[in-house]
């Protein structure tokens, strides 16, 4: 029953999100545009719910040329991809924004496990043990609240598994504050090999 009901809400959270923050959307996208060459807005192939792959939607934060499939972490030095605004929005957390887009097409969901990438077999691998990835992906989610780019692995799957088994409104509801807290201390944001 708690399913339909989060899906509901994150239906009509994501449809108010948008319209609110339109106006905030439109100058970022405008920012994007005038800084460096390429599209505003990068995709990048996810595993949704039960391994189902769907496009994830992002404000572009690095130049044109960056290794689309690589996950931010396995770069060498991936200051030289990051824009200056990228560098902002990143740390923000505000790239993300164009995932309420994904949240209003039913991809994703405010709170869940965060899509892996489509060739992260090592996270995709570990999170079967634990169930998560029959979940819908979520725009944060437990491990985020809890060390987000910090995190090995195994540890990053096992946060998600406790998000499986104990999915609740109540745990939906800290999370999501939580989130808002950690994103306004840039809690638990790494580019790459940063220590």
């Known amino acids: 029953m708690y399913k339909l009901f989060k899906r509901l809400m994150d239906f009509v959270i994501s449809l108010i999100g948008l319209l609110v923050l339109s106006p905030f959307l439109i100058i970022i996208a405008l920012i994007i545009k005038l800084e460096s060459q390429g599209k505003i807005l990068f995709t990048q192939k996810r595993v949704g719910k039960d391994k189902v792959l769907f496009n994830i939607y992002k404000f572009r934060s690095m130049v044109s040329e960056t290794p689309k499939d690589t996950p931010t972490h396995l770069l060498n030095d991936p200051s030289r991809f990051i824009t200056k605004s990228g560098a902002f929005l990143r740390k923000s957390s505000l790239d993300e924004l164009p995932q309420l887009l994904n949240i209003l097409k039913g991809d994703m969901s ?19 043990k634990f169930k998560a990835n029959d979940l819908v992906p979520g725009l ?50 790494r580019e790459g090999g940063q220590k």
Do not use: C, M
């Open 110 to 128: 405010i709170v869940g496990p965060r899509p892996a990438l489509w060739n992260q077999d090592d996270l995709i691998t570990e999170r079967d």
């Open 140 to 189: 944060t989610g437990w491990a985020q609240i809890n060390g987000r780019d910090e995190l090995p692995i195994v540890e990053k799957a096992k946060l998600d598994g406790y998000y499986a088994s104990h999915i609740s409104l109540f745990l939906d509801i800290k999370i999501f504050f939580l989130t808002i807290f950690k994103v306004l201390k840039s809690d638990g944001v």
